[in-house]
């Protein structure tokens, strides 16, 4: 599979659903990017990626062992259904509608908030109403 040159435009967006999953498509793409020696400033196996291997209980280096084979989204996207806990689809869809509304603004960690709401204002978005991802879509968009 082609990587994304991540240092020449962003991976996908983590809104961007694939067999029903949220963040999986950015994560695949951060993944062959890395891979491949292409990752610019972007990290596989990230706290935003760990959210879905924590989900599924699967372990991101054998996922990205799968993808160094050259698996294409639908393997990756089957190896994610196949390893780790179990999901049933209706599971996959209500934690797919929890994490597209992680809200680091009012976030337990003190020091993840401070960062967020930074970050927002850097971007010129109202912390209170921005969600993550939101977030991450901006940030990528005025990148490239």
């Known amino acids: 599979m082609q990587s994304k040159d991540l240092t020449k435009e962003a991976p996908r967006s983590p809104k961007d659903i694939m067999g029903s999953y949220a963040i999986l498509a950015r994560t695949i793409d951060k993944c062959r990017a890395t891979i491949a020696g292409t990752n610019g400033e972007y990290h596989f196996n990230c706290p935003l990626d760990q959210m879905i291997f924590g989900f599924k209980g699967t372990d991101a280096e054998a996922f990205k062992a799968k993808a160094a084979e050259g698996a294409s989204d639908e393997e990756l996207l089957a190896f994610l259904n196949e390893t780790g806990t179990p999901k049933t689809n209706e599971e996959i869809a209500a934690w797919t509608a929890s994490v597209m509304k992680t809200d680091y603004h009012n976030h ?7 960062w967020f709401d930074g970050e927002c204002t850097r971007l010129g978005l109202d912390p209170e109403k921005t969600y993550l991802f939101d977030y991450l879509d901006e940030d990528d968009r005025v990148s490239y």
């Open 108 to 114: 337990e960690d003190a020091g993840k908030k401070a």
